[in-house]
């Protein structure tokens, strides 16, 4: 009831009109509202599990006659010249992963990149240790690194320091402006830019469940068009100049001069399904809220806050657990002067079929249907259906909730590597194109 209370009060805002203007602290303080409102449900939620405890959902072990042939296929390998590298890398009590990173996904076409996961680093339990270096095929180049050391201030808690930089030199970045009725042949731009930031984070685990984390984040954000000889994987299209298609926005201050953004942010999330290092698995439910605000005081030069809330629910269909029907829902919320770039936006990570940030508005609405099949410990089929949508504050409550959704079908494999590292392959189909998306995790 209380998450219904939430979501009408976000619904009820969308009366107010687009040039309307409230001062800062008011927003924040609504904002703030709204997230306190999810706490009590979170935590009404973790006290009824708290009164009635219930053994974590696992998944069935494959039977011993395939765990045999198992272990007797991978004996063969080891013979092979390749054995050394495939024993390490099945072997379920490493500390470390360097995993070479080759991915591909409409947003940057093919990524290549080498991870560095260190857990537990010297011997101190979740000391954690995160470096990635990635190039892409529409001229991105990232590098990040994080640092979490735990046991600070208290047992349960631990502090993380993060660096990130991206470097669009040439172009590579999509935009197509802002609504939720568009045709991409109208829209559709490009433009390179800068980002760097660094970032403090405190995590707090309440129990296996419950987890709190905060964070302040600085960034800086330079933008510019793309050079005159940039072509975006023959997409004649995207590979427009922003400065054509969009003037505007091309001319305004925060594109020709960049911003700063100072930031503070919570993320509550509660997971009922079996933990383990690096993921969870099985059936149970999961919940996020999460609340941000932005501020001139926090070292930016604009003012936002920004609310969102996602439920998903993993439902066993047999007693083995192999067969699982997975939905999720998510809404987000923005209040005041939000960037161009940060405007909530359909994202091709959940839906799987459109370019992240083909449509972008004050608020958004997601979906997710997915069904999930694991054949053996290691291999497993899904298929699935994703739909979103975003709508500008001022449009009727009914509009937004009930018309011109953007759906995608789809279905794909899963790659698990031990002891919990899973490779994607889906393939997405929406009205408007149709992509691969190969990447690690599961979409939620």
């Given amino acids: 009831m209380l998450t219904f209370v939430l979501f009408l009060a976000a619904m009820l805002e969308c009366r107010a009109r687009n040039g309307y203007r409230m001062r800062q602290s008011v927003l924040a303080a609504k904002g703030f509202c709204l997230f306190c409102i999810v706490l009590i449900n979170v935590s009404l939620a973790g006290a009824g599990a708290a009164e009635a405890p219930e053994e974590p959902a696992k998944i069935e072990q494959p039977a011993e006659a395939e765990e045999a042939a198992g272990k007797e296929a991978l004996a063969g390998l080891e013979k092979t010249p390749l054995g050394p590298a495939l024993k390490w890398l099945f072997n379920e009590d490493r500390k470390y992963f360097i995993l070479p990173i080759f991915s591909t996904g409409p947003d940057t076409g093919w990524m290549l990149g080498l991870a560095w996961y260190h857990t537990d680093l010297f011997g101190k339990d979740k000391r954690d ?21 735990p046991g600070i201030p208290l047992k349960e ?18 935009y197509f402006g802002e609504g939720n009725r568009s045709r991409y042949e109208e829209v559709a731009s490009n433009y390179r830019a800068n980002v760097r930031g660094v970032g403090l984070a405190y995590i707090y685990d309440f129990n296996q469940r419950l987890t709190l984390f905060s964070h302040y984040g600085y960034s800086l954000s330079e933008f510019d068009d793309p050079t005159e000889d940039f072509d975006l994987a023959g997409d004649r299209f995207s590979s427009r100049p922003i400065s054509e298609v969009h003037p505007g926005l091309f001319q305004s201050e925060e594109f020709q001069e960049g911003y700063r953004t100072g930031e503070l942010a ?79 936006g359909i994202s091709s990570g959940t839906n799987r079929g459109y370019y992240s940030g083909r449509f972008r508005a004050d608020h958004e609405i997601e979906g997710n249907l997915e069904y999930r099949w694991y054949l053996t410990k290691h291999f497993g089929l899904a298929a699935f259906a994703d739909s979103a949508k975003v709508f500008q504050s001022g449009e009727k409550i009914g509009d937004a909730l009930f018309t011109d959704y953007h759906p995608a079908l789809g279905g794909g494999i899963r790659i698990v590597i ?9 393939y997405g189909v929406s009205p408007e194109q149709s992509n691969f998306y190969f990447t690690l995790g599961e979409t939620f």
Wanted: aromatic share 16%; hydrophobic share 35%.
């Fill in 157 to 174: 808690g631990r502090v993380a320091l993060s660096f990130f930089y991206s470097d669009n030199p040439s172009g590579g970045i999509r």
């Fill in 418 to 426: 031990p002891p919990e590292i899973i490779f994607r392959l889906d």
């Fill in 129 to 149: 240790l995160v470096l990635g270096a990635i190039m892409t095929q529409s001229g991105q180049n990232n590098f990040m690194f994080s640092w979490a050391e």
């Fill in 266 to 344: 919570a993320i509550l999330s509660y997971d009922s399904r079996e933990k383990k290092r690096l993921m969870r698995i099985g059936p149970g439910y999961k919940w996020k809220g999460s609340f941000s605000w932005a501020d001139r005081d926090f070292g930016g030069d604009y003012d936002w806050v920004m609310i969102s809330s996602e439920f998903s629910h993993y439902l066993a269909l047999t007693e083995s657990k192999k067969h699982l029907l997975c939905y999720r829902g998510a809404y987000t919320h923005s209040w005041g002067r939000v960037p161009f770039d940060r405007v909530p």
